[in-house]
């Protein structure tokens, strides 16, 4: 029926997130002839091929996430039809049809879990009301299944993709009318989907932003200053020009700004490392900048130094808090540290951009498309509506590609070239240029009463930033547990000025302060003389929720389910343990989702570390939506924590990184990854995000098993050997 | 200059300088991008080709010292019985994350199964560990070999 046809309109469903729901809209946009390869569409997601292969966009960028496999998911099963007949299509960056396009705070599932199920459930509506227009029956005697419309009085059926074309041209259904499904009946959401790229990943072939090809395609590299923000002095240019294949080179005047265009020298050449050859004869002279006064010794000192006086102010005091102290069997007083990370995902970062007729396109692997849109036009002097980003698969994403620093230089350098350019980084370029986690420092003080409660709990936390605003994720919520879980509680803060990028990293905020919170929590519970589950649970005490939902509620209930779990399915407290060998608990609430985490580790006498098992629990809710890639999300960011226990810091010296390569910043190898076991605790409450949240806890339930087994306390990341040995 | 190189049964040229990385000469000068390139220092493992079936880190191989040796990657191990195998566990058990560090990982896998069949959890740290997988798929990886080898795994 759609071969051949003239359909004079094309309906889409248009989708904003302005208003924090779905908005349908019927827009008339432009003529289209469907036939063999253009098929009709029936909203914005979805076509459907008369041969009844339905193709789905795929919204967001895939960065690992498995969110190319999953949103879809969503779409097919409200849609009725098999996962077999479905095809996905990356979609380009276009907010105004998609809405919000990125990779963070796993935010993808619980904001688009409504939405998505009613973009399947609208246009299936669409199918079976021409199927029903058809066959003059009502719709409500129709059923579907397998992409097939079928009326069982009359014994009547049709495919999808035999009704597509005419359901393209009926009128939107009324939003109130469509109906989801009952979770029970679900055959594709809930069963697990090798995700819809592992083909491709397995045969090499080229899905990332480093693979893209371009015709007349060059290549370049741009290098920046170590110091943060320096700008060029001086660059031998014409030494780089010397070298075979390089066509340009050249100053970028960039600004201040850390996350945006930079002050740099460009190469350009027909090949990568040509290019690279060019850099290296650059002999570059960078400009003196404030920030070279600054490193990590000077900000630990300054840290020092702030910690025995006031405060700049005090973000939070509930009760009384030295009453709480008064009344206490015991106290503990403990200095806390953790270094700046990098995230270091596998695929450096790289862009190809090509200017031509006063317009933009770009091939990038981000995390957040249309925000490096809004920096290039900034930038660039270009209108928004005249970039064009198409998502590449991205290698690894961590929160790095949230910036999209790297686009607005391949943009700047594509438009001074004049050909399509390919900008690729060195992973020094990576290392040395990033936005770090920041380093934080935490002062703490605590007391247990003679019932096993914390009757009082201090933290002077000690942050990076500028003119007393924290630098971004350097921050504490004034809600961080166990705030309003200690009726004494006082959180006191203050801020080193700090000229180093810092940046949401896997986790942010909470990778680094579920390591101090659960680490002296476990002081407190080891100085009671009380077991860490117990000791936990108590804490967590009858308290149900705290706070507002879908703000900064706290389900304590919902935690306690998660620590009870871990602990039945881990055998705490029942498995005999050898010389040297311990287990620690810890739990945290991120990103919507419970995870408390059992680590069973052993330590040498020549202080190496050996993580035996680790143990999850966890709670995002009531569905799961892909278990394979939800298994697999979890494992990752268990042992991705893991590796920043063990190995991880950048150290900044003269303003500048140290760390170069895997060689002087080890990520964890396959001989260090331990086996993880998780444990999903479902409950009645809507279905929330893995990307992040299983990460924060294993910190420090891996120094509380080093705890446990030596009876050394860690108090600064990342572990180190010297500490441990014997 | 122009190096013949055997790159995945066919000869080819490649027009490069002296001390290009094979990685390089792969990648932007034939056109075969699955090796990947993660650090430029043979650390990460994302380049790994094979050279008359031995791993090797293609981006801290210089073009220049490959000679006639016949170079396998990504793109064509599926041609071989045992990358075929190790190709079809990583699917079966659906291993990759982000699948950067993958072409990587399945060559080294391939290379360890030709030379032991039946590898130990042993053999797998020691064959492995040249490999990072930046979203530690780790778990995943050890199970798929087992699986291509015909021992029991588990996820």
Redo the contacts between chains.
Sequence with gaps: MADGTDISRRHFVQVSAAAGGLMLSFSVAGKARADGTNAPVLNAYVTIAPDNVVTLVAKNP?????IKTSLPMIIAEELDVDWAQVRIQQADSKPAVYGLQFAGGSMATPMNWDQLRKVGATARALIVAAAAANWKVPASECTTASGVVHHKASKRSATYGSLAAQAATLPAPDPKSIVLKDPKAYKIIGK?K??V???A????????G??V?VPGML?ATFEKAPVFGAGVASADLDAALAV??VRKAFLVGGGPELNGLLPGVAVVAD????AR?GRNKLNIKWQDHPTAQQSSSGFAAQADALSKGAPLRTERLDGDVAAGFTGATSTVEAAYAYPFIAH?????QNCTAHFHDGKMEIWAPTQYPDAGRQLVAKTLGLKPADITIHMT??????GRRLANDYMVEAAWIAKETGSPVKL?W???DDLRHDFYRPAGWHYLKGAVDKSGKISAWHDHFVTLGTAGKPASSAGMATTEFPARFVENFKYDLSVIECGIPTGPLRAPGSNALAFVVQSFIDELAHSAGIDPVTFRLNLLGDQVFVGTAGKDGYDGHRMKGVLELVAAKSGWGKTKLGPRQGMGVAFHFSHLGYFAEVVQAHVSEAGDVTVEKVWVAADVGRQIINP??A???V??????GL?AALGQKISIEGGAVVER???TYP?????S?P??EVHWNITDNAPTGLGEPALPPVLPALCNAIFAATGKRLRSLPISKDQLKV | MTYSLNVDGKVRQAD??PG??LL?AL???L?I?????????G??G?CTVHIDGVPVRSCATPVEKVGAGKVT???AI?DTAIGKKV?AA??EL?V????????GQ?MSATALLTKTPKPTDAD???A???????????????AAIKLASGQKSG?
Excluded: H
């Design positions: 895939e960065i690992g996430q498995g697990s090798p995700q790229d592992t083909a990943i397995v045969r090499g072939k080229p899905l990332f480093i693979d090809v290549y075979k294949g090949s990568w490392w040509q050859q270091a995902p596998l695929e450096p698969r991205c290698g690894g994403g961590f690729l060195t992973r020094e394979t890639g298994l697999n999300q494992q990752g960011a268990v042992i991705d590796s390569n895997f060689n990520l964890l190898r396959m001989k990854a086996m993880v | 490069v300088e290009t990385p390089w990648r932007d000068s056109g991008l699955g090796p990947k390139f993660g650090c430029g220092i650390s990460c994302a990657t990504i793109e599926g190709q990583w699917t659906d990759a994350q982000c699948g950067y560090c993958q072409p399945i797998i740290d020691a492995m560990s040249g490999n990072i997988c930046r979203c530690a798929t780790y778990t995943r990886i050890r996820v």
